[in-house]
């Protein structure tokens, strides 16, 4: 055995003072990514002038909105111990067919609906594939990620597909309650996939998977159906992304959301999903999704330049990855 | 027998913590060289935490490890191995993809041009190999060898790097009786060399035909040492170990019995091509006993539906179950605890109430689609008292858990089904204290006692005799032979399972 045989050896009863001493820092591992945000957020409102304001905490909020959503399943994916690559090609090619088929049929409602069936059919050959079979999710959806943005230059010719029916562009921009819409759908992805996560047999069963597979298929979890379900749900979203996307720029654009899924899988990993599966939290996901979103605001406000944004984001990663293996020696040790 | 000769190494007052548990306090013991000094204790005792320390992947809190006098201060295994130390864990470390010649040469392969050179080195490897009477082919890799011939490999390792402390953790635990064979023959050589060895085992027999001296762990603390093993019994070693008496370990008393609950018909899988047929009755526990790679493990995998089954038919209580197909077995309450705890049994990062839940929770819903976790709470903590599942509590993550726990928390699961009513285990006590075995046993009676079906693989023979109220032998993926409990003896149950033609030193060695 290469863990400890430890957890067992000490009776329950006479180690009340350990146990809470062992409760204690479970807390402050749950917690820490939320504290280090709190102290990044008061920090940058402190020094950064324009940072603390309605404003632009909202612009902040509607810029991440987009990874925000598909981090949710994502971090599924992850969880489960599987990998999606192709969620940015799906962003594309569900904006550009979204204003395609509004434009031929006149109705938005249409367009919407058939951009989602498509990113849903995108990930479901995602899952067939990889659960049926049993090829690398990383090989796969490095596949269909080529496939799916050649589809999105193929049907728009390369062009930018303008669309004409203003009411779209309500998605991207009208407001609710003083929130742009794309960001309550954020928050609605949060919650429901968070009480997914936690609350459902799906949820623990993503979980199981990614902890264990072969041990997961013999205690009777239905494997291959919740790995479909996985990637069939991520690409539905992905295609929801895609469209606010496309509302907000008001055309659908092949080359959009190019780098996206890495910007995703950063934001699932900064906050805590592990690679290795088994492990993963709502919360964490958001405060990653965050994290991201505030650094790479204070520095546009801060006028650096965007080359080097992509120094500070890789940076932040590899702390993050650090920090969590290092998190990971002390709990095996 | 070596008597005199100063401590070759010395653990002096160790102390280690994990967050939340005390693995070791205060614990001492010395190992002479030229001696064999065995080690014992249930799991969880602190057995394996110290060897971890002696092979540098833990540092001691409290104490320090000496050796020939000198204080030493590993911060990690290569200081270690520096030191002379080699500490062979159950899970061998090497390189499967690799030959024998290239494990052993690793990191140092003999080089000709800044190219491998091959022939010097097998040359080499041979000449080694054949001085210690280890009979390997180098250039086999070793994915193609058996448990017991890496085994061999990681030993030799050990000494061609010149270590002169030596400790091995239950090397035996899968060794088939000819590798032991070889391996204690190996130790004794060593012995006669002048290392010292520490031995770690839960086989009694092998701590009496290969020690010198022994030292018993309990909780994490030293309870015994002897210094000679002369006059010392079992049942002093058990009862230092458990910290009570353990009368009749396998405690077995007979049950009535009811109608035939599983019945398998003729069923065939890939790994088992010859068709299988049995029946096991309500209330009866049923007994596989072969050699590794008879066919047992195989053909239950077939059954449960784990593994592809090509033909043949499985009844539970009159109703087939459709082939291939794990759940639709375990909803006719058809289960299976799969031998390699590790890596099928467990979900080692989710929590033990997750781990004992993750099947049965899909009866008690709510709405179809959330899970009770109230429910959940209870029933994790009713197994968790009931099997006495030695864990800090329930949200425990149950990788950290000893061997025993894990599988009685494995048990739980299937216990938490509310139809049981065939339980096959495959293996269920390997690697796992008397104590925790005991209870195991207890488990299995009180299902059947409940009416339901048990079959139990084991390679154990007084285990299988001493719990089944029916053996069944299996040789070359065949059912060979079957014995009542009274017909079942040792020599008759174990030349029905010895391929025909096999030697007579097997069965002297069972």
Same mark, same amino acid.
């Given at each position: 055995?290469?863990?400890?045989n430890?957890?067992a ?17 479970q807390?402050?591992d749950d ?9 990044l ?8 002038r ?7 905490v909202v ?6 909105s987009q ?15 599987d ?15 979204c204003?395609?088929?509004s434009?031929?049929?006149?109705s938005v409602?249409i ?9 849903a ?9 990889i ?12 596949a269909?990620m080529?496939?799916v943005?050649?589809l ?6 390369g ?12 998605l ?24 997914l ?9 993503t ?7 072969d ?10 159906r ?32 190019e780098?996206f899924?890495?910007n995703?899988?950063?934001a699932c ?9 088994g492990?993963?939290?709502?919360s ?14 204070a ?17 932040i ?16 040790r | 027998?070596?008597?005199s ?7 002096r ?12 306090g ?24 110290m060897?971890?320390i ?5 540092v ?9 006098g000198?204080?030493?201060h590993?911060?990690?295994?290569a ?5 002379g130390?080699?500490v ?34 097998l040359?080499?490897t ?6 210690l ?7 086999a890799?070793l994915?193609?060898l058996?448990?017991?011939q ?13 270590a ?7 090397p ?6 000819? =590798?032991?064979?070889?391996l &204690?023959? +190996? !130790?004794?050589?060593? /012995? ?5 060895? @520490? #031995? ?8 009496f035909?290969l020690?010198?001296?022994a030292t ?11 210094d ?5 019994t ?7 170990m458990v ?6 370990i396998?405690?077995?008393t007979p ?9 398998v ?18 209330? =009866?526990?049923?007994g596989? &006993?072969? +050699? !590794?790679?008879?066919? /047992?493990s195989?053909?239950m995998?077939v @059954? #449960?539906g784990?593994d ?9 209580d009159g ?5 291939s197909?794990?759940r639709?077995?375990?909803?006719h309450g058809?289960v299976f605890?799969?031998?390699d ?9 989710r929590?033990?109430?997750e ?8 009866n008690?819903?709510v709405?179809?689609?959330?899970v ?7 029933t994790?903590?009713?197994?968790i008292d009931?099997?006495r ?6 949200r ?20 938490a089904?509310?139809d049981l009513?065939?339980?096959i ?13 005991n209870?195991i ?16 693989i ?5 285990e299988?005799?001493g ?5 069944v032998?299996?040789?070359r ?8 409990r009274a ?9 029905a399972?010895?391929p ?11």
């Amino acid at each position: 055995m290469t863990e400890p045989n430890a957890a067992a050896i000490v009776p329950q009863r006479d180690t009340r003072e350990e146990r809470r001493r062992a409760l204690l820092w479970q807390i402050v591992d749950d917690y820490s990514l939320i504290g280090i945000f709190v102290v990044l957020f008061v920090v940058l409102s402190a020094t950064v002038r324009y940072f603390f304001s309605w404003d632009n905490v909202v612009g902040l909020a509607l810029s991440v909105s987009q990874i925000g959503m598909v981090a949710c399943t994502m971090m599924f994916c992850l969880a489960s111990r599987d990998f999606d690559l192709s969620v940015g090609s799906t962003v594309a090619f569900a904006g550009v067919l979204c204003a395609i088929v509004s434009n031929a049929t006149g109705s938005v409602a249409i367009g919407i609906a058939v951009s989602l069936a498509a990113g849903a059919l995108v990930g479901f050959v995602n899952g067939a594939v990889i659960a049926k079979l049993k090829i690398n999710a990383l090989i796969t959806t490095l596949a269909t990620m080529e496939i799916v943005r050649g589809l999105a230059f193929i049907a728009s010719h390369g062009q930018a597909v303008g669309v004409t029916n203003e009411s779209f562009f309500a998605l991207g921009s009208a407001e609710f309650i003083g929130l742009p819409v794309p960001v309550w759908v954020t928050l609605a992805c949060f919650v429901v996939f968070g009480v997914l996560l936690n609350k459902t047999a799906y949820g623990r069963n993503t979980l199981a998977i990614g902890g264990n597979p072969d041990a997961a298929r013999l205690a009777g979890v239905a494997v291959d159906r919740v790995r479909i379900a996985i990637f069939l749900i991520q690409g539905l979203i992905a295609a929801l992304a895609g469209v606010i996307l496309a509302s907000r720029i008001t055309s659908g654009q092949p080359n959009a959301g190019e780098g996206f899924e890495l910007n995703v899988i950063s934001a699932c990993v900064l906050g805590g999903v592990s690679l290795m599966g088994g492990r993963a939290s709502i919360s964490g996901v958001l405060v990653g999704v965050l994290i991201m979103g505030t650094v790479q605001n204070a520095m546009s406000l801060m006028n650096i330049d965007t080359f080097y944004q992509y120094l500070v984001r890789g940076g932040i990663l590899l702390v993050a990855v650090l920090v969590d293996q290092l998190k990971n020696r002390r709990q095996s040790r | 027998m070596t008597t005199s000769g100063s401590p070759r190494l010395e653990f002096r007052h160790i102390g280690k913590t994990f967050p939340g548990v005390r693995a070791l306090g205060d614990v001492g013991f010395q190992v002479r060289a030229g001696s064999v000094h065995g080690l014992l204790g249930e799991n969880g005792a602190g057995k394996s935490t110290m060897m971890k320390i002696l092979g540098g992947e833990y540092v001691p809190d409290e104490g320090e490890v000496a050796i020939d006098g000198q204080v030493q201060h590993f911060r990690s295994a290569a200081d270690a191995i520096a030191a002379g130390v080699a500490v062979i864990h159950q899970e061998l470390q090497y390189v499967p993809e690799l030959s024998v010649m290239e494990n052993l040469l690793l990191g140092r392969l003999p080089t000709r041009f800044g190219f491998v050179d091959r022939r010097r080195a097998l040359a080499w490897t041979r000449e080694r190999l054949d001085a210690l009477g280890v009979d390997l082919d180098p250039r086999a890799r070793l994915k193609q060898l058996s448990i017991g011939q890496r085994q061999m490999v990681e030993i030799v390792k050990a000494i061609l790097r010149d270590a002169t402390i030596l400790a091995l953790d239950e090397p035996t635990s899968s060794l088939s009786h000819r =590798e032991t064979d070889v391996l &204690f023959r +190996l !130790v004794r050589d060593l /012995r006669a060399q002048g290392k010292a060895m @520490i #031995y770690i085992s839960h086989r009694l027999d092998e701590i009496f035909e290969l020690c010198d001296a022994a030292t018993i762990f309990r909780d994490g603390r030293k309870v015994a040492d002897f210094d000679a093993l002369e006059g010392v019994t079992r049942d002093m070693l058990v009862q230092r170990m458990v910290g009570r008496e353990i009368g009749d370990i396998f405690g077995y008393t007979p049950r009535t019995q009811g109608d035939v609950r599983l019945s398998v018909k003729g069923v065939a899988g890939r790994a088992v091509p010859l068709p299988v047929s049995f029946d096991v009755r309500a209330g =009866e526990i049923v007994g596989f &006993f072969g +050699l !590794v790679g008879a066919g /047992r493990s195989e053909i239950m995998r077939v @059954i #449960y539906g784990a593994d592809r089954r090509t033909s043949g038919e499985v009844l539970v209580d009159g109703k087939p179950i459709r082939p291939s197909h794990v759940r639709d077995a375990i909803r006719h309450g058809l289960v299976f605890c799969p031998e390699d705890r590790k890596e099928e049994g467990i979900i080692g990062v989710r929590s033990v109430s997750e781990n004992i839940n993750i099947s049965a929770r899909r009866n008690h819903l709510v709405a179809g689609l959330f899970v009770n976790d109230r429910n959940e709470a209870r029933t994790a903590d009713t197994y968790i008292d009931r099997l006495r599942i030695r864990t800090p509590h329930r949200r425990q993550e149950i990788r950290l858990l000893s061997g025993g726990n894990q599988q009685k928390a494995v048990l739980s699961r299937w216990l938490a089904e509310k139809d049981l009513r065939v339980l096959i285990v495959d293996e269920p006590t390997r690697g796992i204290d008397v104590g925790a075995k005991n209870e195991i046993y207890n488990v299995l009676y009180e299902l059947a006692g409940r009416g339901v079906a048990v079959v139990m693989i084991s390679s154990e023979l007084p285990e299988v005799l001493g719990v089944s109220d029916r053996v069944v032998t299996m040789c070359r993926g065949r059912i060979t032979a079957q014995f009542d409990r009274a017909s079942a003896t040792e020599e008759n149950v174990l030349a029905a399972a010895l391929p025909e033609g096999a030697g007579s030193t097997a069965i002297r060695n069972a």
